[in-house]
């Protein structure tokens, strides 16, 4: 069994988060962890050539986190070595007045890879069940629907030729506290505190339980989830 299928949420299963370690290193060694995973980035790197080249299969990594869990240093770490004519990175931030004027995959679709390209959503249309639930965007009967929406969508796209991963980087409040203090401290990361990051914080617990339920109702066969733990970065890349 890869060490990251310890980490996939069985679909149909009903998570709780508190149960998954956010500091989990898999008992492993960090320098031989390191190593496996420049081995594993070199194979990536390779095999997104391959599907470049033969342009039938798409692949869609989705990655989401509460503030500062850790995106984007992971989409650094994990893709800056893949041919850049070959992957499309995509910040999905709130929506602007002609999206919100459709429906809430209308802005995705035509973001997500084309055939022989490696897509990866930095948030992504979870967040139309996570902030947009939290914060009542609107109305629960509509939020609700949109499991069943997503599932469908992403069913599609995989019955289209898109194969389609989907990352939670689960990290503790602690441990938020501690990064976010670190944007504030650090003049090189200063730029990225957001002043709102801690209006969100105070909403911790009603982003967790929403998550839950995004990662309990969207995990499938086709398109998993994987609560990955987060706080031991070379372990969280290596997953
Ligand atoms: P950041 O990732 O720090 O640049 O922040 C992007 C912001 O966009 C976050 O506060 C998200 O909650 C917000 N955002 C992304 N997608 C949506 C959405 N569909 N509806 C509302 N807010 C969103
Ligand atoms: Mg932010």
Redesign the pocket.
Known sequence: MSKHEQYRITPGSKVDLSKFKTDDDGGLDKADAQREFAELSDRLTKLQELMYAEAKHALLVVLQAM?AGG?DSTIRSLFAQINPQGRKVI?????NDVELKHD?LWRIHENTPRLGYLGVF??S?Y??V???RVKN?VPEKRWKERYDHINHFEKMLTDEGTTVVKFFLHISKDYQKERLQRRLERPDKFWKF?P??LA?RRRWDDYQKAYEDALSRCSTGYAPWYVIPAERRWYRNLL
């Open positions: 503030d995106k910040n999905f931030k709130a929506p809430f930095n948030r249309y967040e139309d996570l902030v947009v965007l957001d709102s990051d969100e």
